[in-house]
Structures are given as C-alpha cells and as structure tokens.
C-alpha cells in the first residue's frame, strides 16, 4: 500500500445507495490505518453530505449523479463530493436549535453542524456548474 | 451490514419499538411509519430500544424530533435505551441528552415512566 491513493466512485442520488457509500469509504480508509473511531466519524460525515445532495441538490431526482474521491496523502484523508444540483449557501448556515426545532416539529439542518463537527477541515464551493465540497481528516 | 428492520413488543403496558441495523436517511421512513402507527392508536408510553442498532445518521434523529411534541401533548413520552458509545455519541453532539430520556437499559425506562405517573 502506496502512502498516496486515490479512489473514485459515481453515484446515484438515491438514499439507497448511503449503504454502499458507507461501505465504501470504511473500507478505504480502514486499508489505510484510520482508527475505529475515526471510521466512524468519516461514515456518519460522508453520509450527511450525500444525504444534503441527493435531498438538496437534487431533490430525490435518481436520473442524476454526483461523484465522490477519496484522496490519501500521507496521514490525511481529503473527501470531494461532486454534484451539479442546486447549491447551498454555507453563510445561510447556523447550528441547529434543538429545543426551538422541537416545539416547531422542524427537522434538519444537523448534517452539516455533524460533518463540521466531526471532520477537521470542511470547505464548499460552487459555481454554476458544479459545488464542491471537500472535507479532510487526519490520521492520529 | 444488517438490514434495518423494527420488531415491536408490549411489556407491562409500555410499546416497546426494537431497531436492528443501520438507520439512515434511506431507512428513517420505516421508523416514522411505526411512531405514527403507535400514536394514531393512542399509545404514547414509548420506549425504543436501540441494542441492536449498529448506526445512525441524523435523519434518524429528526424523526425523534418530529413526533416527541404529539407524544408529550398526549401525556406520553417516547424514550430511548441500550444504545452502543457510537450511536450515543451522535445524540450527544446534537444536544438530544437535555430533552430526552436515555438509558442504559430498558428496565430503567420502563421505571421512569412509573415513577413519573
């Protein structure tokens, strides 16, 4: 096993298909030394964002596709998930209010509090083709 | 990977929602289905028992958050136990702790619901 490799997959935007992409990144990152716990935290990070995707961007629409690459350098994980849907406005984003969300029965908007929580570095771009978003972890 | 599936039981009075496998935005859908089935009938003495689940994602956790305001309304509560460190930890990052029942088991629901009533 190489220190760099890169492994890429196109998708679906099907929830059906969060399984198999689970599957797919604790595979990789697993064959490259990455704790249980960090598996764990990769997984459920990985999953919000293609779950925002294929909610989101897409709106359930299974015709269309997004890509997701798995780059390792070294001790670092980078994950870019690819999609030409509709984009997010990051700035728009604050952490969910439990409590207020309860009393108003509104679901969402925790995903991306998770993926900021539980990856070290998340970044988004989008342009009018395409929105990139890249978060990376760190091998400890 | 262990398909999702609910199993439900009925212990001394209290409805009882057994989750296997993973519980994602794909698998959410099932879980809304048997919490509203639960209150439609009127039985809000709830208590999901997560021993058996392997993984959650948020959309999980939504469904919990859409349906706890009609259970306490109704004078139930819905609450949870048996959960792995993984599972608790994704409720732990969102705050769910401070609003919600959680045991380490499920006999400790069962008796905050009886001391509670």
Redesign the interface.
Known sequence: MSNSATYQKAIKAA??N??EI??FVAKHAREHGFSEKHI?DI??AV??AC?NI??HAYSFDKTKKFTIELQFDGAQLSIILTDKGAGFDPDRYQK?D??K???K????G??V??IK??MDDVSYSANSEKNVLRMSKIRS | ?KTFKIEQRNSDGFEILDLYG?L???TASQLEESLKNLISNHKSNIIVNFRELD?I???G???F??Y???VRTIGGDIKLSNMND?VY??FD????PT?YDIFDDEKQAINKFLSDS
């Open positions: 929830t059906s969060l399984a689970r599957k764990s997984q459920l999953d919000e779950t294929i909610k969910p439990l409590k969300q309860i009393e029965k509104k679901r969402g925790m995903g509090y998770l929580t539980l | 990977m993973e994602d935005a794909h993984y994602a948020s959309a956790l939504g469904v958050m859409a706890i305001e009609d993984k930890n994704v990052l969102l705050g769910f609003l």
